[in-house]
């Protein structure tokens, strides 16, 4: 609870700095879970200019944005794309390079998605990182790795590999797609929802009966990620055909 009350009065201070200063803020990364408490507090203020951005359309992490009304995200970005590549030695997984960014000391909230790929790693961070990260992170393990700093538009995205997975629901209530998605009974993807477990579109969701719609994203901690592809016709037994997409 410490930790939650001092992310709200964070959150609170950089409302405060653009709405009476009239300045730009942001604050540095947040989890899904932390989004979803910064995201009540920006609803509390009434035509407040605010956008959550992780770099781009699906990241997991993102910095929240208060943009006074002479403002747009394009001009005050407050992030940058580190690329690393690797030189030769083992294949780096998403473990390896997080391992050596917190060894170098750097604190978890000014890192966003570490997106891997065969030869290297895209990287989001906060710019004020990109100087002491060019010269610091130049390994991870023992494997050499070279770093640059690119405009965040040039952000390499991994291919999204799915499983495709058809069923049937009697409604579209969240606790009867978290059962379907991840083979679970409806009694238990409940207690999941209930104990704050389940995302919906990045933002923590506790109502079992929400309804969900074709082209929501929904995560259960610790299980994965699926997508509500589409949504079919009623069948005979009056259930709802809907086909789920599952990340690998």
């Known amino acids: 609870m410490k930790d939650d009350e001092v992310l709200t009065a964070g959150i609170e201070d950089k409302i405060r700095q653009c709405v009476e200063h009239y300045a730009v803020a942001n604050s540095a990364f947040l989890d899904m879970r932390q989004r979803t408490l910064a995201e009540a507090r920006c609803r509390r203020h009434k035509g407040l200019r605010y956008c959550f951005y992780g770099g781009y359309e699906d990241a997991e992490r993102t910095v929240a944005v208060f943009l006074p009304d002479y403002a747009e ?9 580190l690329r690393m590549t690797r030189d030769g030695g083992r294949a780096l997984t998403h473990r390896d390079y997080l391992g050596a960014l917190m ?7 000014m890192i966003g998605d570490i997106l891997v790929r065969e030869d290297g790693a895209d990287i989001v961070i906060m710019k004020e990182m990109k100087d002491f990260l060019l010269s610091h992170f130049d390994k991870a393990g023992k494997t050499a790795l070279k770093a640059e700093i690119l405009p965040i538009s040039e952000i390499l995205i991994p291919e999204n590999r799915f499983e495709e997975k058809r069923d049937t629901v009697a409604s579209l209530r969240l606790d009867n797609l978290v059962a379907a998605a991840f083979s679970l009974s409806r009694g238990r993807a409940a207690e999941a929802i209930g104990g704050g477990m389940v995302y919906v579109n990045g933002l923590q969701s ?13 995560v259960l901690r610790g299980k994965g990620r699926v997508l509500l592809a589409s949504v079919g016709g009623v069948t005979r037994k009056d259930r709802i055909s809907i086909v789920l997409h599952k990340y690998l």
């Open 206 to 218: 506790e109502k079992a009966d929400r309804q969900i719609k074709e082209g929501d994203k929904i």
């Open 103 to 109: 060894g170098l000391g750097i604190k978890r909230e």
């Open 73 to 81: 995200l394009a001009e005050y970005d407050p992030l940058a794309l």
